[in-house]
């Protein structure tokens, strides 16, 4: 039951934030978005892990974590081989 009353106030937050015309307004909500992601972060990834144990990828995080290594080498290699045609 937590969990369905947090995701609902992140929905609501990241509603709010898209819905407010405001650029101070949408500052403070990131910015409390990102406040509620890092004091809840453990729970998090408890809860990422157990999904990932659902699924039966156990080393879902350090999977992830090497796929996203591997596009931003090749993206800052791109990004090197751009430059240096010039």
């Known amino acids: 039951m937590e969990q369905l009353i947090a995701l609902a106030i992140v929905i609501l937050l990241i509603v709010f934030i898209v819905k407010v015309g405001s650029a101070i307004w949408r500052l403070l909500g990131i910015l409390l978005l990102a406040f509620l992601v890092w004091v809840f972060r453990a729970e998090i990834m408890a809860q990422i ?16 974590k090497q796929f996203i290594l591997t596009i931003w080498d090749m993206l800052v290699q791109w990004f090197g081989d751009f430059i240096n045609q010039f």
């Open 49 to 64: 892990n157990e999904w990932a144990r659902m699924i039966g990828s156990e080393n879902f995080l350090e999977d992830a």
